[in-house]
């Protein structure tokens, strides 16, 4: 059983910055993080391999977010620049049990409580 905290959500204007964070109780393999707006199902993010030398994006956050890892700390981090109105979701981290990413919301066993993400015009 892996427990997953998430931490730096928040409120920002459109062009600003957040970095979130996943800490996890224990080892981890593949992480992802996805995100839910009111209304809408929950999308994939962003997802790293467990070593970290692998990532993939969705289409609409390439470029403007980055996740990396530091696996000494059993932490996940998603660095979020150019914010736009349209990334306002709650974020949830996942952990998978291989190590290779998935994009699907079933590939992953552990999830975090989610932390929420307000971008203002």
């Known amino acids: 059983q892996v427990q997953l905290v998430e931490s730096g959500g928040g409120l920002v204007q459109a062009g600003g910055s957040l970095r979130l964070s996943c800490a996890a109780s224990g080892r981890t393999y593949a992480m992802g993080w996805f995100r839910q707006a009111p209304g809408k199902e929950r999308e994939f993010v962003a997802g790293?391999?467990?070593?970290?030398?692998?990532?993939y994006y969705a289409d609409s956050v390439k470029g403007r977010f980055t996740i990396s890892r530091d696996n000494a700390k059993n932490t996940v981090y998603l660095q979020m620049n150019s914010l736009k109105p349209e990334d306002t979701a709650v974020y949830y981290c996942a952990a998978g049990l291989t190590y290779f990413i998935g994009s699907y919301a079933n590939e992953y066993k552990y999830w975090g409580q989610g932390t929420q993400v307000t971008v203002s015009s």
């Open positions: 790293i391999n467990w070593r970290g030398d692998s990532t």
